[in-house]
C-alpha cells in the first residue's frame, strides 16, 4: 500500500520561507518522479513543482520559478519543497503525488500521478 505523507505547512507572513516534507512508503520511490501540487480555496488544484526520478531534472510553474525549489532524498525516502518569498496567493493545501510510470519525465499534469497525500495547509498572512 502507498503512502504520501506531508508535513510542514504551517502559518508564515509575507516573505518568509517554509520546507515541506513528503515521505513515501510501499513501492520503490527512487523509481518514480514525484510531484507538488496546490490547492486555494475556491480553486482547481494546480501543478507546483516536480522532480524526476533521479532527482536532476526538475519542473516549476511560472509563478515560483525562483522562489521555490523542489528536491529528494531517495535514501530517506523523502521529497522536498523549498518556498521562499513566500506570497499571500501562495496559500493553499499543499499535496505531493508520486508518478504513476516509473522512470517517466517529470510532468505538470495531475493524471500523470497515482498516488497523492492528504495534504499540509500553507497560509501566508500579509
Known amino acids: 500500500q502507498v503512502q504520501l505523507v506531508e508535513s510542514g505547512g504551517g502559518l508564515v507572513q509575507a516573505g518568509g520561507s517554509l520546507r515541506l516534507s513528503c515521505a513515501a512508503s510501499g513501492r520503490t520511490f527512487s523509481s518514480y518522479a514525484m510531484g507538488w501540487f496546490r490547492q486555494a480555496p475556491g480553486k482547481e488544484r494546480e501543478f507546483v513543482a516536480a522532480?524526476?526520478?533521479?532527482?536532476?531534472?526538475?519542473y516549476y510553474t511560472d509563478s515560483v520559478t525562483g522562489r521555490f525549489t523542489i528536491s529528494r532524498d531517495n535514501a530517506r525516502n523523502t521529497v522536498y519543497l523549498r518556498m521562499n518569498r513566500l506570497k499571500p496567493e501562495d496559500t493553499a493545501v499543499y499535496y505531493c503525488?508520486?508518478?504513476?510510470?516509473?522512470?517517466?519525465?517529470?510532468?505538470?499534469?495531475?493524471?500523470?500521478?497515482?498516488?497523492w497525500g492528504q495534504g499540509t495547509q500553507v497560509t501566508v498572512s500579509s
Open positions: 503525488a508520486s508518478g504513476r510510470i516509473p522512470y517517466s519525465v517529470p510532468s505538470h499534469r495531475h493524471y500523470d500521478y497515482d498516488y
Open positions: 522532480i524526476s526520478w533521479s532527482g536532476p531534472t526538475t
